[in-house]
């Protein structure tokens, strides 16, 4: 049933709590820094469509780690044409910087969730209405944590995950405020461009435990 792999992808996403995402130089890059983030334990992950030979990059790693290993998605998708394409390429999700109707509606033709970027309270409520799986808060670092704690106030329901500026340094603060994952992107693989692997692997290890003791104590206050 696809509704029930719907479900199973936006756990797993909200389970592990970072969403990991791959803007890299060439496919080989883009795969070495996903195995990377695995190493770290990550077990979601988004290929964007900026980086070279992105539908590859996506069928090889559905075909290297099982779903329960990891869940692949597709990012930077600005229109429905390249939602099909990274669908029919294995993306488990699809990610947009903004809200698209096209592509919201083909998601859902397929069950496969969409995550569209949202950078207003009307923006949120419009992909909620497009049946967004989570929107993405975006760009993260303009908006800040403050955000969120103000888009909670009317839409408590709201799943929102901030992407754009995410470290090590604020991932308790946003997940505090009342992120259900982070997504995260340079900070995260930008050593892996530079051909550093084993920090990647470090990063993901210590956003991974920030994310897991912040929501320890946020279940304990």
Excluded at 46 to 74: H, N, W
Excluded at 113 to 120: C, E, H, K, M
Excluded at 178 to 200: E, H, I, K, Q, W
Aim: with cysteine.
């Amino acid at each position: 049933m696809p509704h029930m792999n719907n479900h199973r992808v936006v756990g797993q996403i909200v389970d592990c709590g970072i969403l990991a995402i791959v803007r890299a130089n060439s496919s080989e890059q883009a795969l070495q820094v996903a195995d990377a983030c695995f190493e770290g334990g990550v077990t979601a992950l988004e290929i964007t469509f900026t980086t070279p030979g992105a539908s590859d990059v996506i069928r090889c790693l559905r075909t290297r780690y099982g779903p329960k290993q990891m869940v692949i998605g597709a990012g930077t998708v600005l229109d429905a044409e390249t939602a099909r394409i990274a669908i029919l390429s294995g993306a488990e999700f699809v990610v947009a910087p903004s809200v698209s109707s096209d592509t919201a509606r083909l998601c859902n033709r397929y069950q496969i969730p969409y995550l569209p970027g949202a950078s207003s309270v009307k923006e949120v409520i419009e992909a909620m209405e497009l049946g967004a799986a989570i929107v993405k808060v975006f760009p993260a670092e303009v908006l800040g944590p403050v955000f969120i704690k103000a888009v909670h106030a009317p839409l408590p329901q709201a799943p929102l995950m901030p992407t754009g500026g995410v470290n090590l340094e604020n991932a308790k603060g946003w997940i505090e405020a009342g992120s259900v994952a982070l997504g995260v992107g340079g900070n995260l693989t930008r050593a892996g461009t530079a051909g550093d692997f084993a920090s990647v692997t470090t990063f993901a290890r210590e956003l991974i435990k920030t994310v897991q003791n912040a929501r320890k104590s946020g279940s304990n206050s």
